[in-house]
């Protein structure tokens, strides 16, 4: 059996307001401090028994949201530390991100936009902050699938997205006016796995045009000097 100093903890609810003491939330309203079996905590508001209203809600492994509840769930304006993955500004609906919100992620990209269920859905910018490249534009399911692809010196593309990549027919607007008008296609390529990991996909591009400007093409092609 169990050493009874090594079983989890109980819950344990404290009433901000009296101090006073209990294992269960049912039924309360005020501010409390909860502690959970797994030691995640929570300390804020709650209505009936519920969290709602403002609130923190810690856990165990670190990770930390601070925001409004609505019935348990994480709904309206909150702040979504995740460790090692980044943090989320914005609104929520039903415990996911939802509408309107900003994620930095660990190596200090960014992504500010529109939000549907978890996924970045709808209008949004990525910055990637190693290149100060930049996607505007459509998106859906976390995948960007329309719009500009900015380099930090003015020059873009222009066009529908695949696997966040362009394909299809778009067009390129160098910074000395330029518009060069073709189409990029995919490959798919076997990327070298590192030590231990899955053998990973890649996408090789490739852009044609149909126009004149060979030098321009081949710019494209090599990307050198975006």
Known sequence: MADPAEAEAPYKLIDLATGNESISSRDFTG???????????????YVGGLRHGKGKYKWANGDEYDGEYQQNKKFGIGKMTYVGKGEYYG???NGRKHGEGMYTYPNKDIYSGFWKFGAKTGQGTYVFADTGMKFVGEWSESKFIRGKWIYPNGTYYEGDFENNKPKGKGRWFFKNGTVLEGH??????????DDGDETKVGYKLMWYSSGKIHDSAALVNSLDGL
Do not use: I
């Open 31 to 45: 501010r409390g401090l909860a502690t959970y079996a797994n030691n995640d905590t929570y300390e804020g508001e």
């Open 91 to 93: 609104f929520f609906e």
């Open 184 to 193: 990029y296609t995919q490959e798919t390529e076997e990327l070298q796995p």
